[in-house]
């Protein structure tokens, strides 16, 4: 009987070896074409006329908006006064000891901005992105609403919204461009990686990737 060649006997180990350098092709592909989706509706602005423009909460200092929260209130005050929606919705929980809720100081800032209260929804609840869109999305279905655009820093526009879509709303992203997430490059950098991880996190498992820091969970 002839003995076996050289060749064949290494055939599984090439095969293997192949495989390991496709998955890690496929990995490297899935990565950075989501980096690259997040990058891209970052820059897109989809205002339109909806039913309620939603405000994602971010932190809030005895009342008082953070800076980024206060962004986002800005632009938010800014499509209600060129007339894109009728209603905002200021969404997000408080933290243990705060006397006030991100949704209530996201709503006093508005009044006192001049938007009436009674065009403002508070919502009380959610600590991180999921929960927000959870909860934002039982108040408009209450309310008969079916279409909302989601206003947060840009790099989070693409998984709020994704939630918003999976949740039965017809969401668009509206992201507010000033604030301290997108003040450098290394900044914007940094927030984008951290976005394409808690994505790819919530496509794999629709839970919460719990990314804290400047109202990305």
């Known amino acids: 009987m002839s003995a076996r060649h050289p060749a064949s ?45 939603v405000v994602l909460g971010a932190a809030q200092y005895h009342g008082e908006p953070s800076d980024v929260l206060e962004a986002r209130l800005k632009h938010a005050l800014k499509l209600y006064e060129d007339g894109v929606t009728d209603h905002i919705m200021t969404v997000g929980g408080r933290k243990a000891g705060d006397a006030y809720t991100e949704a209530e100081a996201g709503k006093d800032w508005l009044v006192e901005h001049d938007v009436p209260a009674s065009k403002i929804v ?37 998984r709020s919204r994704t939630m918003a879509s999976d949740m039965g709303l017809d969401a668009y992203a509206s992201p507010a461009r000033t604030g301290p997430v997108v003040q450098t490059r290394e900044i914007q950098a940094r927030y984008i990686l951290r976005e394409t991880a808690a994505l790819l996190y919530y496509r794999l498992t629709h839970a919460s990737a719990e990314i804290n820091g400047a109202g990305l969970g």
């Open 9 to 53: 006997r290494s055939r599984p180990g090439r095969v293997a070896r192949r495989a390991v350098l496709g998955a890690l092709l496929v990995a490297l592909l899935v990565v950075g074409g989501t980096a690259f989706r997040v990058w891209q509706v970052a820059r897109a602005d989809q205002r339109q006329a909806v039913d309620v423009s």
């Open 122 to 158: 508070d919502v009380e609840t959610g600590s991180d992105t999921l929960g927000s869109i959870q909860a934002v999305a039982e108040q408009a279905h209450q309310r008969n609403w079916s279409s909302a655009l989601i206003v947060s820093d840009p790099w989070h526009s693409l």
